[in-house]
């Protein structure tokens, strides 16, 4: 018997695939209403099926969601997205993080700062 080594990403689908099945042993309506809900969110419409992916990956890794950015990834491939497309969806989600740290240090931060150091 040949040992084929699988890649990370290959692996982390598979445990997530096998972590599925085992929520749907034990929850069987939760899982079955949640795989309808998403099949309901990423088929084909306005978006297609191909942008609705990009986005999933951009917010995946805004979330820091591991699982979400290979099997979003995968998904991107899957449907065609270039390597190009992928990077720059990817850098749509960096402004989007850069931007609300920003935007929390302009705002909130400062408002802190002052009405903290009034009440010393």
């Known amino acids: 018997m040949e040992f084929q080594s699988q890649s990370y990403a290959k692996e982390s689908l598979i445990k997530y695939k096998e972590g599925l099945g085992l929520l749907a042993e034990n929850l069987p309506s939760f899982t079955d209403k949640f795989n309808e809900f998403t099949q309901e969110c990423f088929k084909e419409g306005t978006l297609s099926q191909k942008e609705k992916q990009l ?11 591991e699982f979400c950015m290979i099997y979003h990834t995968k998904g991107c491939i899957d449907y065609g997205c270039t390597e190009q497309e992928i990077l720059e969806a990817i850098g749509v989600a960096a ?10 240090g302009a705002t909130l931060v400062q408002d802190c700062i002052k009405e903290f150091n009034t009440l010393n």
């Open 95 to 104: 402004a989007f993080g850069g931007g609300a740290a920003i935007s929390q």
């Open 55 to 65: 986005i999933a990956l951009g917010i995946s890794v805004q979330a820091q969601d």
